[in-house]
């Protein structure tokens, strides 16, 4: 391992100035090492374009790459459009192609691909479903996910195959064509599988089999919105205003902050993630901002029936009321 998790808690504690110059460092390096042959994979999320920000306040001449999957906000395509040197790529396959032929993205990445192998009769992920995988301590692992186990029986196929097939084979072909290597704004603590990645190879992963540079590893979300605030760059309409929590403070004593609208740009009819939301969740918003992304998804694409077996809500009468209510439990929880 190149890092422990306590080097992961300390650089997340470090004040936003230092993270600033810690980032630029690591861009420099990955620029330098590789003559300027690299490029930045922009989703028009916030990460992303904090991440660009910083990139090209070091070198202007980065270029960017968007994935044109078909399932993002238009509020978000269109705020990728206002930015210049950004290539756009488009995948092989429609998404619903995707889901035919592999099945749902469900719960999360690790969910669905420890379901789906289980289901191809793989004994690890069995096992891991089964409760019965043990560290090295003999202690039962982290990796577990008895909890889950039920979704064996779920009436619908489930994989982690979207994201590969619509997101990153673009990306990746675009790197072999171009030979430029790729610079990511993903975060450690978005989910295990990117906390044991950066653990392992670091913020500049340069020895591994596809070399790739996440520069922003160690940053928090609150980081993200804080250097919004502080640049005052342009940003997705769809995440509305940046507020603070009503009552809530961050370790610094600062208020922890917020955004009024979308709390994530994802692919609008991904289903990761949506056990965890609040009412109104993603669906129920939709339902009112975008209906006719909504009808599509809900009832062309099957994802209303899918939500409906995982009992997550998907429609809303008092989209307001719920809004209010769902916020205070939220920053409660927080």
Known sequence: MKHTRK??????AWPLSRKIQVTQAK?????????????????GGIDSTALLDMARRVYEDIPAVFVDTGLEY???RDFVGTKENVTW???????????????YPVISKEISDCVDGARKGQKYRIARLNGEVLDKNGNKSRFNHEKWRYLLDAPFKMSANCCYHMKKAPIRKHE???KRWP?????????????????????NAFDSKRPISRPISFWRRQDILRYLQ???IPYAPIYGDIVPMNGKFDTDGSPMLKTTGVYATGCMFCMYGIHLEPEPNRFQMMQSTHPKQYDYCINKLGCGEVLDWLDIPYETQ????????AEDEWEASI
């Open 176 to 178: 072999r064509s171009t």
């Open 7 to 12: 080097d992961l808690t300390t650089m997340q």
């Open 318 to 325: 008092s989209q307001l009321c719920l809004f209010d209510e």
């Open 183 to 203: 610079i990511i704004g993903t975060m450690a603590e978005e989910s295990q599988l990117r906390t044991q990645s950066w653990l392992k190879l670091g913020c």
């Open 89 to 103: 790529l488009r995948p092989k396959h429609s998404f619903n192609k995707i889901i035919e032929k592999y099945g």
């Open 230 to 232: 502080l640049t005052n």
């Open 27 to 43: 861009i420099m390096e990955w620029y330098m090492r590789f003559d300027g042959n690299v490029f930045l994979s922009f989703s």
């Open 74 to 76: 238009p509020e978000l």
